[in-house]
């Protein structure tokens, strides 16, 4: 199999230049090949990596939770949002058809008033919520949108690995929420029109805590929906380059 960072170059090349593909994979980071103990750094979705880490959160490649490499997110500030910002191969702003958003998680334990979220944007602005999905204290998973809360959708448990997968269908102006390979929210309008998505964000979107430890790996951002939709389905999406 090829390297992680030739699969993503070759990625970038078709998403830039139009080239007909059945399937495309604008975001893969996974970690693998980052130094363990060290902040992630900033050099784009063409590397696995972010392009802004805020100061208000450190961001720090660790050899656990999971079985392999993630990033360790932690808050380092009271009463701020912190988040680390991921956009696409290529520059990419998607407008139409699917955008599935996956990634696994684990909380090893909130502070009072804690939070952890995935949060959908455009590209290079946080103004337009498309989704945000909210693990927070007491093991409850929600959220919000341009259109409003969507009170409890699912739960987690903590300490233990989560897989979340956000599916947009752009076309519909929806999206759905699948939890562990179980869909929790089917369809919700979210109000967002004429806009694209262009960034996924990690983080605090408002703590009156501070010292929060999250993790997340195996992040994806693609155009088709993986199969089966389980947690383990990572490998399918670097096998789309392999030849």
Not at 90 to 107: C, F, K, P, Y
Request: one cysteine or more; hydrophobic letters at 45%; proline letters at 5%.
């Amino acid at each position: 199999m090829r390297p992680l960072a030739l699969i993503l170059a070759l990625a970038s090349l078709l998403v830039v230049s139009g080239a007909a593909v059945a399937d495309q994979v604008y975001l893969a980071a996974d970690f693998d090949d980052k130094a363990i103990d060290e902040p992630i750094g900033t050099g784009g979705a063409e590397v696995g990596e972010p392009i802004v880490v805020d100061p208000d959160i450190t961001a720090t490649v660790r050899s656990s939770p999971f079985d392999t490499p993630s990033l360790g997110i932690q808050d380092i500030d009271d009463y701020t949002a912190g988040t680390v910002q991921f956009e696409f191969l290529g520059s990419a702003e998607i407008t139409t058809d699917l955008v599935v958003i996956s990634a696994r998680v684990q909380v090893p334990e909130f502070v009072e008033g804690g939070n952890f979220a995935i949060a959908v944007r455009e590209q290079g602005s946080a103004a337009h919520a498309f989704s945000d999905i909210q693990l927070v204290e007491g093991g409850v998973v929600g959220g919000s949108d341009a259109a409003g809360g969507l009170g409890q959708i699912g739960t987690y448990q903590a300490g233990v690995t989560l897989h979340i997968m956000i599916v947009h269908h752009l076309d519909a102006g929806t999206y759905d929420v699948w939890l562990d390979g179980a869909k929790v929210l089917d369809g919700r309008a979210h109000g967002i029109t004429e806009r694209g998505i262009g960034g996924v964000y990690f983080g605090c979107l408002s703590d009156p805590s501070t010292g929060d430890l999250f993790f997340v790996d195996d992040i994806s951002v693609t155009d088709f929906m993986p199969t089966p939709v389980v947690p383990e389905t990572w490998g399918s999406l670097k096998q789309i380059f392999r030849q």
